[in-house]
């Protein structure tokens, strides 16, 4: 090999640049502590809120970690990894993002100082993973199991997750809302209940105010009726759901038809009409007065349906047609051939109401119905989508509940006593993982400290008298963010549901755990900027 010694070897392609060993590390935790910053001031029901513009000026306000996180346009891949982090905390539980990404970025902070006093990353994050599946241990210790029939601590589930949004006096009555539609659309499936929040329909629209926004027990149909002369009211609906066009299908290939005088062209046109009237005789033997098509209604069969009293709507989505046979219990029919009395869903009235400038089906007071409808209501839109995520919040809680019905008290109670017993249990540890173990107790007070700052305490005086009292035995003490006190957390009904700590707590393991593992970052060059007015080259 010595006829390489002197030759400079080149293995990247030009314009790639290589960072490694400390460097690597510092660069990555640098940039995951500045998205952790970004939500930090969100945290808590004192937190502040973000306003984004895109790039089409479009302004997005908003205190939830998920929504910022989402619009912000990241480009550092570590910075990146915690964005992931807060997608798949608010598609597994819906809650929690903010906390996960601010205790990522703290485990890095704390890391941080350990790999300055020689700590390798593989100790840390050895003791990393111990004290997050003792954490874990802990949380289903000291939680307390609920009732699902008891729709008080429920409630209060629903309003702590709310806590901080622009909702105002509407929070309770968002938090009843969310509760009962929950409880409508839980399923027992062998020894556990759940319940999908898919099931549940969000519709918005502006206009009057958030306590207008109302739950249906049945489903929205962003649609009109199809003709003028049918009914707009249906009362003691009989429902069919047909996913089928009722138009005369066109072939696939070429046809040509040779007539040669006018009595052929009519017999043609009136062939046609009878196949129409067919149709709509065998929605009519069949019982129904309803007909919600998932593809297209012919003008003729729309003329027969009218003469008939029976109220149609056409082009509804597949998924509210899935919806409504859950809320309806009516079969979905692909073939009119196969129709029968006993595929009808039902339903207490099928009625178009005109919400705002738009006309929309409503299907209410289905029996028992599996799947439930939201009309949210605000005087403004970016009220509206704020009050959607809130209640989207809420749901996810509360479905939290439903699928491990076990909570824990919030306001920095539960990481306060989790910090106390994770110190205990270092000290069992031993040799440099029991550092990394400290250090893991220390990032679990940031909740607090957090939840502190945003409310103008001081964080000091709050963390000295928060571990006071859980040395005294004080398990759910945690902190008033309005009076600055120390209080029981669960006497105040601030709960939250395990399901969300330990998901928020696992998430913030995995992705610190990931990028303490990364000592070499190496990226490729990036393309020349185009010309102005050019678009790429040609295969």
Same mark, same amino acid.
């Given at each position: 090999?010595?006829?390489?010694?002197?030759?400079? $070897?080149?293995?990247?392609?030009?314009?790639?640049?290589? =960072?490694?060993?400390? +460097?690597?590390?510092?660069?990555? #935790?640098?940039?995951?502590?500045?998205?952790?910053?970004?939500?930090?001031?969100?945290?808590?029901?004192?937190?502040?809120?973000?306003?984004?513009?895109?790039?089409?000026?479009? $302004? /997005?306000?908003?205190?939830?970690?998920?929504?910022? &996180?989402?619009?912000?346009?990241?480009? *550092?891949?570590?910075?990146?990894?915690?964005?992931?982090?807060?997608?798949?905390?608010?598609?597994?539980?819906? +809650?929690?993002?903010?906390?996960?990404?601010?205790?990522?970025?703290? &485990?890095?902070?704390?890391?941080?100082?350990?790999?300055?006093?020689?700590?390798?990353?593989?100790?840390?994050?050895?003791?990393?993973?111990?004290?997050?599946?003792?954490?874990?241990?802990?949380?289903?210790?000291?939680?307390?199991?609920?009732?699902?029939?008891? /729709?008080?601590?429920?409630?209060?589930?629903?309003?702590?997750?709310?806590?901080?949004?622009?909702?105002?006096?509407?929070?309770?009555?968002?938090?009843?809302?969310? $509760?009962?539609?929950?409880?409508?659309?839980?399923?027992?499936?062998?020894?556990?209940?759940?319940?999908?929040?898919? =099931?549940?329909?969000?519709?918005?629209?502006?206009?009057?105010?958030?306590?207008? /926004?109302? &739950?249906?027990?049945?489903?929205?149909?962003?649609?009109?009726?199809? *003709?003028?002369?049918?009914?707009?009211?249906?009362?003691?609906?009989?429902?069919?759901?047909?996913?089928?066009?009722?138009?005369?299908?066109?072939?696939?290939?070429?046809?040509?038809?040779?007539?040669?005088?006018?009595?052929?062209?009519?017999?043609?046109?009136?062939?046609?009409?009878?196949?129409?009237?067919?149709?709509?005789?065998?929605?009519?033997?069949?019982?129904?007065?309803?007909?919600?098509?998932?593809?297209?209604?012919?003008?003729?069969?729309?003329?027969?349906?009218?003469?008939?009293?029976?109220?149609?709507?056409?082009?509804?989505?597949?998924?509210?047609?899935?919806?409504?046979?859950?809320?309806?219990?009516?079969?979905?029919?692909?073939?009119?051939?196969?129709?029968?009395?006993?595929?009808?869903? =039902?339903?207490?009235?099928?009625?178009?109401?005109?919400?705002? +400038?738009?006309?929309?089906?409503?299907?209410?007071?289905?029996?028992?119905?599996?799947?439930?409808?939201?009309?949210?209501?605000?005087?403004?839109?970016?009220?509206?989508?704020?009050?959607?995520?809130?209640?989207?919040?809420?749901?996810? $809680?509360?479905?939290?509940?439903?699928?491990?019905?076990?909570?824990?008290?919030?306001?920095?109670?539960?990481?306060?006593?989790?910090?106390?017993?994770?110190?205990?249990?270092?000290?069992?540890?031993?040799?440099?993982?029991? &550092?990394?173990?400290?250090?893991?107790?220390?990032?679990?007070?940031? #909740?607090?400290?957090?939840?502190?700052?945003?409310?103008?305490?001081?964080?000091?005086?709050?963390?000295?008298?928060?571990?006071?009292? *859980?040395?005294?035995?004080?398990?759910?003490?945690?902190?008033?963010?309005?009076?600055?006190?120390?209080?029981?957390?669960?006497?105040?009904?601030?709960?939250?549901?395990?399901?969300?700590?330990? *998901?928020? #707590?696992?998430?913030?393991?995995?992705?610190?755990?990931?990028?303490?593992?990364?000592?070499?970052?190496?990226?490729?060059?990036?393309?020349?900027?185009?010309?102005?007015?050019?678009?790429?080259?040609? +295969?």
């Amino acid at each position: 090999m010595s006829y390489l010694a002197n030759q400079q $070897v080149i293995i990247l392609k030009e314009g790639s640049s290589r =960072n490694r060993g400390k +460097d690597a590390q510092r660069g990555n #935790i640098s940039a995951a502590r500045i998205v952790s910053e970004v939500v930090k001031t969100t945290l808590g029901p004192r937190g502040m809120d973000k306003m984004m513009v895109d790039s089409l000026g479009d $302004v /997005t306000i908003t205190s939830d970690g998920a929504t910022v &996180l989402d619009e912000l346009d990241v480009q *550092h891949p570590a910075a990146k990894m915690l964005v992931e982090v807060a997608k798949t905390q608010d598609d597994e539980v819906g +809650d929690g993002t903010t906390t996960s990404v601010v205790l990522a970025g703290e &485990l890095l902070k704390r890391a941080e100082f350990l790999l300055d006093q020689g700590v390798h990353p593989t100790v840390i994050n050895a003791g990393y993973k111990k004290a997050g599946e003792r954490a874990r241990e802990i949380l289903n210790e000291i939680s307390k199991p609920v009732d699902l029939k008891d /729709t008080e601590t429920l409630r209060k589930v629903a309003i702590t997750a709310m806590r901080g949004k622009s909702l105002g006096g509407a929070t309770e009555h968002f938090a009843k809302i969310a $509760v009962q539609a929950v409880n409508q659309i839980i399923e027992k499936r062998g020894d556990s209940f759940v319940a999908d929040i898919d =099931n549940i329909q969000l519709v918005k629209k502006e206009g009057k105010s958030l306590m207008d /926004t109302e &739950l249906v027990n049945g489903v929205i149909i962003d649609k009109e009726v199809v *003709h003028p002369g049918m009914p707009k009211r249906m009362q003691k609906a009989r429902i069919a759901l047909l996913d089928t066009a009722m138009e005369i299908e066109k072939t696939e290939f070429s046809a040509e038809i040779k007539i040669s005088n006018p009595q052929q062209m009519q017999s043609f046109l009136d062939e046609e009409t009878k196949l129409m009237k067919d149709m709509v005789d065998k929605v009519a033997e069949a019982g129904a007065n309803v007909v919600l098509c998932q593809k297209g209604i012919d003008e003729i069969a729309q003329s027969f349906m009218a003469k008939q009293g029976i109220l149609a709507a056409r082009r509804i989505k597949k998924s509210d047609i899935e919806k409504l046979s859950r809320a309806t219990g009516g079969r979905i029919v692909t073939n009119l051939e196969d129709l029968r009395a006993s595929d009808l869903g =039902n339903a207490g009235l099928v009625e178009e109401r005109k919400i705002g +400038d738009d006309k929309m089906i409503f299907i209410e007071d289905a029996k028992d119905p599996k799947s439930v409808s939201i009309l949210i209501r605000a005087g403004l839109e970016r009220m509206v989508d704020e009050a959607e995520r809130s209640l989207k919040d809420a749901l996810s $809680v509360v479905i939290d509940v439903v699928k491990k019905n076990k909570i824990v008290a919030g306001g920095g109670a539960v990481e306060t006593e989790l910090a106390k017993r994770i110190r205990d249990y270092a000290t069992k540890i031993g040799g440099r993982e029991q &550092l990394a173990v400290e250090a893991f107790a220390d990032a679990m007070e940031a #909740i607090p400290r957090t939840l502190s700052e945003n409310a103008g305490l001081d964080q000091v005086d709050i963390l000295v008298a928060l571990r006071a009292a *859980h040395e005294a035995k004080g398990l759910w003490s945690g902190i008033n963010v309005y009076t600055g006190e120390i209080t029981d957390m669960m006497k105040e009904g601030v709960l939250e549901p395990v399901k969300v700590k330990e *998901h928020a #707590i696992g998430s913030a393991v995995e992705v610190a755990s990931m990028i303490l593992r990364i000592d070499d970052v190496i990226a490729a060059a990036k393309p020349p900027p185009m010309p102005r007015g050019q678009g790429p080259p040609p +295969d």
